[in-house]
């Protein structure tokens, strides 16, 4: 696997203390109790590194990734890790016009491309947006990121806002990179409202088509999408809305990953046909 020479011991632009308290670690509270020398280290486990350079490398070659460790495992910090290290290599290539060399003598699919540079998505349960929220929180730089949740119904007077504050983000605050928490049902709503899709039963063949009467330009599927992180994706094991909600999503990203501890194929990942894990480019071998 590649050397990505990491400038320091822990991930691009992750805290490098955590808080045992209740403060929100981007909150003013917060902010001054990571600045205490005595507040306790953030630092991922071993495994941790290995998942996310692991996550890098399949990416770079552009291998498929399906995340499926067990519960509590750590599969969200490897995810928020994933996007770190996303945001510090397109940045490099962007200053140095190359990758490091380490990387550069070990990876061939990606090894002269920059990245795109774009928002980050979550897609997740209603249940977990708030968990998602925390863990981004406790592990990123405020100063690098924001995170904003997206959820709702695909209304005009939900979706515009949404889009203008992220704008406004944007040209106030150069250089910020943007991760958006939405839901399976949110993304779905996004599709119902405003696309029709195209008949089809394979995933090359589904599409969507502007809605009259819609507003397309006011949902994700609009913007430029770096990367996308689908978890619990046994929520889309089945063909349906949500299925080719997250499927446009994933078509318009660099890196995605589906995350999940139940099983969405009952046969081993290499023969896999489940339509879960054809999203992500995991197809049946034999």
């Known amino acids: 696997m590649p050397s990505f020479a990491l400038p320091k011991d822990t991930f691009p632009f992750f805290n490098l203390k955590t808080l045992d308290g209740p403060e929100d670690p981007w909150g003013a509270a917060g902010q ?9 280290d953030l630092c991922p486990f071993w495994h941790q590194w290995i998942g996310v350079t692991k996550i890098m490398h399949n990416f770079m070659e552009k291998l498929p990734m399906l995340v499926l460790d067990q519960v509590g495992v750590g599969k969200t910090m490897q995810a928020i890790g994933a996007i770190a290290m996303y945001e510090w290599l397109r940045l490099y290539y962007d200053s140095h016009h190359e990758y490091m060399r380490g990387l ?9 491309k920059p990245l795109k ?10 249940g977990l947006v708030d968990q998602w929220i925390a863990e981004l929180h406790r592990c990123l730089k405020s100063t690098k990121f924001v995170v904003l949740p997206y959820t709702g119904t695909c209304l005009e007077k939900n979706r515009k806002p949404f889009w203008d504050t992220v704008k406004n983000l944007q040209d106030t605050r150069p250089g910020l990179t943007v991760i958006v928490i939405t839901t399976y049902i949110a993304v779905a ?16 063949t589904l599409g969507m088509i502007p809605k009259r009467g819609g507003i397309p ?3 994700l599927f609009a913007h430029n999408i770096a ?10 094991r089945k063909p349906g809305v949500r299925q080719t909600a997250l499927y446009q999503l994933l078509s318009r990203c660099e ?10 194929v009952t046969e081993s990942m290499v023969r896999c046909r489940a339509p879960g894990a054809r999203l992500f480019d995991i197809e049946r071998s034999g």
Do not use: W
């Open 104 to 112: 550069q003598d070990t990876v061939c699919a990606r090894a002269d």
């Open 255 to 264: 890196l995605k990953i589906g995350m999940t501890t139940v099983p969405i």
């Open 32 to 40: 001054a109790a990571l600045e205490d020398p005595d507040a306790p």
């Open 227 to 236: 990367t996308v992180m689908a978890d619990e994706v046994y929520n889309v």
């Open 117 to 126: 540079s774009g928002i980050h998505v979550v897609v997740c349960t209603n």
């Open 217 to 219: 330009a006011s949902t």
């Open 189 to 204: 709503a996004d599709v119902a409202q405003s696309f029709t899709i195209r008949p089809g039963g394979t995933k090359e």
